[in-house]
């Protein structure tokens, strides 16, 4: 044992001592090489009433025949590591359930594993096998049998003689036939055939009738024959990555059906840095009416496809690329009910620096006879309505938004340019201020990319020459370039023409409507208040036809998402207010950051202060409701243990108040934009404004926080575009989490299109300390995980750092967000690791824990993909949080097993993905509160480590990292 790292040589120990009858000496990425085992130690073998063993994630090369000491494991993990054969001494172990193989260097088998009459679970994917020995086909308990991966040309047809198989995954080999014997097995309920470039389906699958789970995923199949409805237990149907431009019409038959995934990945992780491109991509454009059919359907995910004869608003996604069914069938359902129309209206949103012709411009769109004159700059927004006739004799209403051009009100852009708009960008040729650059990137970023004018008023006919090809190469949204002179009329015409034309063609414009959202868009359009209480917005959609609150809130938020109306339904206050005119609620806000008493306090104000400034009877009654707009907005926060005073951030002094600060041993991180919006420093100070240092440190463009003896400094150099963070004290990675956190929140509120690096400073022993250390982008550390390759060489240094500890040193990984979407690199939802089917609750092990308080040591568990495999970081296993707490209730540990493990067993026996099989799990637990609440407090009681050892299952740490944010949220 001299060469085993002291953390294996303690849970042996342990093991001894208390006769344990379960041992995990498994690693993860962090694990440096030379920590994990290159032998399996002599001593493990002493342990001869060992039941479960996880060697995982080592460097084993080879099995010694003293394995057989251990007669009565009934589970053996050995995948990850570098294992080329098999010794048939193997065989005798005879008490074998489940044996995983995979993912190691396997080319054959012996021929004796046969003898292994109870092995209920074989993975062998990620291996080189090239053909499937028949041995196998002799193992008669078998009903999971993973063969994903390898170099298979072939599968035996005595495969058949598996008769209960339950389960086969046999994709990315290199077979050119399936074979059609496949049908025998009479018992499968999960099927994987991934990644062999079927063009159509083979007509035998739809015989076996009882398929739950169904991956065709990687292939390229355009359609389905109506005889696929044949398949009525099918419950998930993978057919990611494929030729389909349409949903096939035989799967609305499939009525039992809750998961249909037709998204489209970049790459397929086979094992060993070696990757398989996708060549087929899904080219969804409609969803139809029929998905009404499907009565059982709760996701559907359509990822990187473009569908086009919906309203954006109605198919926006969830997390994991899933459209909200429900959503969507209740939009179907009330076309079908109410019948259709249709609503053109847009928005026509005009920006530009402050003087540049704004006003004007819309004001000659207005009225073309409108006469030039000298007007006052545009304070916060104004908004006019333009009527086009159409050839059917309905209007097309165009909205007309005025921004102001002041850098005071850059910061609330993000509020009000919209998607499903036109955007203009007038620009004053004579005084050549305006930053094409900035505002191009401006409505790219926060418009998804709706078209762009860019308009030059040539005053004085003064022009001015602009790259237009180069604007045009790095911004697809730029249509047309236009000159006029606003003062003579001169081009104006043209400019009418063009933005006529590009409002009618804009897309979804037309799309339909059910008859009963029309009326009331028309009801509340024809309404001259600025707001309406909620229950007389209910009042009015039931006058039009409208039978169910949900569908009236569907509208109201459609309408919402379309800039329409205001409607915050998530806010206790606000969604009992109907916003019938944005632009009520703008000016009141623009009053308040315009008002000169709150400029001269440097952004302070009190309810006092907004009495006086809301004076008018239009703001009189909703001052309450007008604060919380504002902060919602993210422009003002009220001063912790300063009840009524509140801070416009944008307001405050550009000056960087003095203090003190220990440059020892400092946690360093950096943001950089390739564009950087104004406000991302304001908005976060808004957010994080309880853990500011003593409510001083907090100027224009920095604060600093302060929490549990640790600060954070955060400071924003707009020139530089970066934004950088420093952390000191006591418990630093905790207080960059948090930072980090809300910062990643704000960055997504950018319609997730925002481009940034999230830098990570090197940890080696040169950097370690310095104020000036190198930095490694994520995503580049991110790619070298999913690569396998485990440490990067420092620039200063030249030493080498282990990848996942730079990360795990700043982001606590645990906490931020399940890691499953925190390292979404094109993540692949395919990989499919053999899932045991005995999930072993070791009730002993939960005794022998009271009494006892445990710490957790440096002790890497086994790594799950985020769709199942191990050394893909996108599926890196989610790190368990420290152990500090005293188990001190074994009744509630043992009950949450339980029903942890009835949960994974019935969700395994459905999904062949591990982090499927989490993920569904947790949403099962949240449907369920006393299920939630059991869990909850067994994890508060007994801490994560003692859960997750009580539950021998690779997707157990899904639910607890979960079940973790149930606590903190």
């Known amino acids: 044992m001299a060469n085993t790292s002291q953390r294996f040589l303690k849970k042996i120990r342990e093991a001894k001592e208390k006769q344990l009858k379960r041992l995990d000496l498994s690693n993860d990425l962090r694990t440096n090489d030379k920590e994990k085992l290159t032998d399996i130690p002599t001593e ?35 995948s990850h590591n570098q294992l080329t054969t098999l010794p048939e001494t193997i065989t005798r172990l005879q008490q074998l359930t489940s044996l995983d193989l995979s993912y190691n260097r396997l080319r054959t088998l012996p021929k004796a594993i046969s003898r292994l009459q109870q092995l209920t679970s074989l993975n062998l994917s990620g291996n080189q096998l090239r053909t499937m020995p028949e041995a196998i086909t002799r193992l008669q308990k078998l009903t999971s049998l993973n063969l994903t991966g390898n170099e298979l040309t072939s599968i035996p047809e005595q495969i058949t003689h598996l008769k209960i198989l339950t389960k086969l995954d046999f994709g990315f080999n290199k077979l050119t036939i399936i074979p059609e014997c496949l049908i025998q097995l009479k018992n ?36 389905l024959t109506e005889a696929f409805a044949q398949l009525q237990k099918l419950k998930f149907l993978d057919l990611s990555n494929n030729n389909f431009d349409e949903i ?74 899933s459209v909200d069914v429900e959503q969507l069938k209740n939009y179907f359902r009330q076309l079908a009910e109410a019948g259709e129309d249709y609503l053109y209206e847009v928005k026509l949103l005009i920006v530009g620096e402050g003087g540049a012709g704004k006003t004007t411009l819309a004001k000659k769109i207005e009225d073309q006879n409108y006469q030039l004159q000298e007007e006052d700059s545009t304070e916060g927004i104004e908004v006019i309505q333009w009527g086009l006739p159409m050839e059917n004799g309905r209007e097309f209403r165009v909205n007309i938004w005025d921004f102001g051009g002041q850098e005071i009100y850059h910061a609330t852009h993000q509020f009000f340019l919209t998607k499903r708009s036109l955007y203009v960008l007038v620009a004053d040729t004579r005084k050549e201020d305006t930053d094409f650059y ?104 039931q006058q039009n036809g409208f039978t169910q609150r949900n569908d009236k809130l569907q509208l109201s938020g459609y309408l919402h998402d379309l800039g329409v109306c205001l409607h915050f339904q998530e806010d206790s206050l606000l969604n009992k207010t109907v916003i019938l005119k944005p632009k009520w609620g ?69 000056n960087q108040p003095p203090y003190n600060w220990d440059e020892t041993d400092n946690l360093i991180l950096r943001y950089t934009y390739e564009f950087m919006p104004k406000g991302i420093i304001t908005q976060f100070i808004v957010v994080i404004h309880e853990l500011i240092n003593e409510q001083k440190c907090v100027w224009k463009s920095g604060v600093v926080l302060s929490k ?112 499953l979407e925190q390292l979404g690199i094109e993540a692949n939802p395919h990989q499919s690791p053999q899932i045991p089917s005995n999930i072993y609750i070791n009730l002993n092990q939960v ?41 001190n209730n074994s009744q509630n540990l043992a009950q949450a097993a339980k029903d942890i493990k009835q949960l994974l067993d019935q969700l395994s026996q459905e999904y062949s993905s591990t982090a499927m099989v989490g993920v569904k799990a947790v949403e099962e637990i949240e449907q369920k509160p006393k299920l939630k609440a059991r869990i909850v407090n067994a994890l508060k009681e007994a801490g994560s480590e003692a859960l997750e050892k009580a539950v021998d299952h690779p997707a157990v740490s899904i639910v607890i990292a979960a079940t973790k944010g149930f606590i903190d949220g």
């Open 586 to 654: 703008t000016d009141a806000v623009y009053k308040v950051l315009d008002n000169e008493t709150v400029i001269s306090n440097l952004g302070k104000f009190t309810k006092s202060d907004l009495a006086i400034i809301w004076y008018e009877d239009e703001y009189a009654t909703m001052q309450d409701e007008l604060l919380r707009l504002m902060i919602n907005f993210k422009l003002c926060y009220e001063i912790p243990r300063s009840k009524g005073t509140y801070i416009a951030p944008q307001l405050l002094t550009e």
């Open 708 to 819: 549990d003896q640790t600060k954070a400094e955060v400071i924003e150099y707009y020139g530089k575009r970066e934004i950088k963070i420093r952390v000191s004290g006591c418990h630093k990675r905790d207080l960059m989490t948090i930072v980090t956190h809300e910062l990643d929140k704000i960055h997504d509120s950018y319609n997730k299109r925002l481009k940034y690096n999230k830098l990570i400073p090197c940890n080696c022993f040169t950097c370690k300390d310095s104020q000036e250390p190198h930095f490694y982008k994520l995503e580049n550390l991110k790619n070298r995980l999913v690569r396998q390759k485990y440490d990067v060489e420092c620039d200063i240094s030249f030493f080498k750092a282990n990848v996942l500890s730079l990360i795990d040193d700043v982001i606590d990984r645990s906490k931020e967000r399940l890691f």
């Open 44 to 78: 493990v073998f002493e342990l001869e009433w060992l039941e479960v063993l996880n060697l995982s994630h080592n460097q084993l090369t080879t099995l010694p025949e003293t394995i057989t000491r251990l007669s009565q494991l009934t589970s053996l993990n050995l």
């Open 248 to 321: 096939p019409n035989s799967i609305f038959k499939l009525k039992f059906l809750k998961e249909l995934r037709l998204e489209n990945y970049a790459s397929y992780y086979i094992r060993e840095r070696k990757y398989i491109e996708y060549s087929s991509h899904n080219k969804i454009q409609e969803i139809s009416s029929k998905i009404l059919q499907l009565k059982s359907l709760k996701k559907l995910i359509l990822f990187k496809n473009n569908i086009e004869n919906l309203p954006p608003e109605i198919i926006r996604s969830e997390p994991f690329g």
């Open 438 to 541: 900035y505002w191009l990137n401006v409505v790219e970023l926060l418009s998804d990319n709706s078209p762009l004018l860019i308009i030059k008023n040539e005053k004085q006919n003064r022009h001015r020459e602009i790259n237009e090809l180069q604007l045009r190469g790095q911004f697809t949204n730029l249509k047309e370039t236009l000159s006029t002179n606003l003062a003579t009329n001169r081009g104006l015409e043209q400019v009418l023409k063009q933005i006529k034309h590009h409002v009618k063609n804009l897309p979804h414009i037309g799309s339909p409507l059910p008859k009963t959202w029309v009326k009331v868009r028309e009801a509340l359009e024809s309404d001259t208040r600025s707001y309406i209480g909620l229950d007389e917005y209910l009042n009015i959609c």
């Open 847 to 887: 005794q022998e824990q009271q009494n006892k308080i445990s710490q957790k040591e440096n002790n890497p568990m086994s790594t799950v993909n985020q769709y199942g495999s191990g050394d893909n970081v996108a599926g890196d296993k989610v790190m368990r949080d420290k152990i500090g707490t005293q188990i």
């Open 188 to 223: 499968l309920k999960s099927l994987s055939i991934t990644g062999y470039e079927l063009t159509t389906l083979p007509e035998w699958i739809i015989g076996i009738k009882g398929l739950i789970s169904l991956d065709l995923s990687g292939n390229k199949l355009s359609y």
